[in-house]
């Protein structure tokens, strides 16, 4: 009792101590007896507890259908946890909510909490703008799904985080969680899923409400030796199989306290659909958001000051980038490719455009103009393409039959110097490449500097890309190795905010 921090008396088991265990058997949902039964002592030594108990919420990475809503009520379930989205293509097909899964929910009288995770399994994934592109993230598809204003939302921590790393990097991983939201209106509250010490920290830090607690990972450093956090809403204690037939499906159990109860009715679902023209209503708010998304990972609107300023501001960027609006839209149609996708690597790569970049520019020109030095290519223009990537990419794109036009060979200086011409002055043929750089992306950058393994090769673009499959696709566009993954991680969060503008405007196109 003393060490899940209940006050009582070493010695015999008085009536104080059975008044103490009452109250700690009413906390963790036990049968209140009084007594130190096995239920009880079970709760106290170990995390999951008394694995035999059933739960009247569940959590699981399999559809639910009729025949499994009828298993899951049978066996005594209202609530229960599905996941906003699933980062893979291939593993675990029906992990995400699928289609018309949450009227099926609805129909059968149960109810159902969301779960956001994504590969967020170390330390490294955690942080102040991973968590801002968390937040937006499921916000997005907490829409996309029909979820009402006034769900709350778990963010999974998956993994045996250590004291130390709750400092560094899963408290500010929430602060950004916080952050996003709020600058979505609200809509949605925060909940923590995680171990003991985990979910504990993150609510004693304001940023959640209530917990989800993987107790079942009792060999987390984070769930020995801690108590049930005092928010916990759901409480995971073991994997079983219910029912037979179409209606058997694996679930891991989860004790209930009432302090969450999902959501029980659903708007319509937002399928997804092309991107349209973007609504100039809506133009103020988008600024604004990025604006205030790049400020809290350290980019000033004006651009900065000393080694680290950047030569365009946020509002010319932005302007720059929109004002091509009616071209990304049609690319993004013709290419079945997210606009979110082009605006955000453009919008990145101008933003960080510096006196050094420009000053590589001005050597290639040198070479190429002038026959000084050695320089004959460099990344350039709004969105930081080489001579070499543009023709590489054109290249692709003409044998696949996305574009029309004549193949150039980047070995020539002559080409080389043609396309970065291009790439450095004319910022449509840019935001008309970067789009082109994408579908290279897709086919692994044939010919590109790759990792000495190379890059695999996606599945065709699509507007159902997972969101490892949209973090892919970013980070190609840089490179690869740790800055690429880093800066990757960071656009993430502005392709969100993109992606929740667009999707608004696709929404209200058709009424």
Request: proline share 4%; hydrophobic share 35%; aromatic share 10%.
């Amino acid at each position: 009792m003393i060490l899940n921090q209940r006050s009582v008396v070493f010695g015999n088991f008085t009536s104080a101590v059975s008044t103490a265990v009452n109250g700690f058997q009413s906390f963790a949902k036990l049968p209140v007896t009084g007594k130190g039964d096995f239920s009880t002592w079970a709760s106290l030594l170990v995390s999951y507890g008394d694995q035999s108990r059933n739960g009247e919420a569940c959590d699981g990475v399999t559809k639910i259908t009729d025949a499994r809503a009828a298993t899951l009520k049978a066996a005594g379930v209202k609530y229960i946890g599905r996941y906003l989205t699933n980062p893979s293509a291939t593993s675990l097909p029906e992990k995400a909510i699928q289609p018309g899964e949450l009227a099926t929910i609805a129909s059968n009288g149960l109810r159902c909490f969301p779960i956001y995770q994504t590969y967020g399994r170390d330390a490294d994934g955690f942080n102040y703008p991973a968590g801002r592109a968390a937040g937006q993230a499921a916000a997005n598809a907490a829409l996309d799904h029909g979820f009402k204003p006034g769900t709350r939302i778990f963010f999974a921590v998956d993994f045996d985080a250590l004291d130390h790393e709750v400092t560094s990097n899963v408290l500010s991983h929430f602060k950004g969680i916080v952050d996003a939201l709020a600058a979505d209106g609200g809509r949605f509250g925060i909940g923590v899923y995680g171990p003991r010490n985990v979910c504990t920290r993150v609510g004693e830090a304001g940023h959640s409400t209530a917990s989800f607690v993987s107790d079942m990972s009792s060999g987390f450093s984070g769930n020995f030796g801690y108590p049930l956090p005092a928010d916990w809403a759901y409480d995971q204690i073991v994997t079983r199989t219910f029912g037979s037939g179409t209606g058997a499906i694996e679930i891991d159990v989860n004790i209930a306290s009432g302090r969450d109860t999902g959501q029980g009715a659903f708007n319509a679902p937002r399928p997804p659909r092309a991107d349209v023209a973007f609504d100039g209503s809506f133009l103020n708010a988008l600024a604004e958001d990025l604006s205030r998304y790049m400020r809290s990972i350290g980019y000033e609107d004006d651009g900065g000051t000393g080694a680290d300023a950047r030569l365009f501001t946020h509002i010319q960027c932005f302007e720059t980038i929109m004002s091509h609006d009616a071209q990304t839209t049609q690319l993004s149609r013709s290419y079945s490719m997210r606009k979110a996708l082009i605006q955000t690597s453009a919008y990145w790569e101008m933003r960080h455009y510096d006196l050094i970049d420009q000053g590589v520019d001005h050597q290639v020109a040198s070479y190429h103009l002038n026959g000084i030095g050695i320089v004959k290519d460099s990344s350039t223009g709004i969105g930081q393409i080489s001579g070499e990537v543009g023709i590489r990419a054109w290249n692709h794109c003409i044998d696949k039959g996305f574009v029309t036009g004549t193949r150039t060979d980047p070995t020539k200086d002559a080409d080389l110097w043609r396309m970065w011409q291009k790439v450095n002055k004319d910022n449509a043929f840019t935001m008309r490449t970067v789009p082109l750089i994408h579908l290279w992306g897709v086919a692994g950058k044939p010919g590109g500097k790759n990792p000495p393994a190379g890059e695999t090769t996606l599945r065709p673009m699509s507007l159902a890309y997972t969101e490892g499959e949209i973090f892919e696709i970013i980070r190609r566009y840089q490179g690869w190795g740790d800055q690429a993954e880093t800066d990757a991680a960071k656009r993430m969060g502005l392709y969100h905010i993109f992606e929740k503008y667009n999707n608004l405007v696709r929404q209200l196109a058709v009424g």
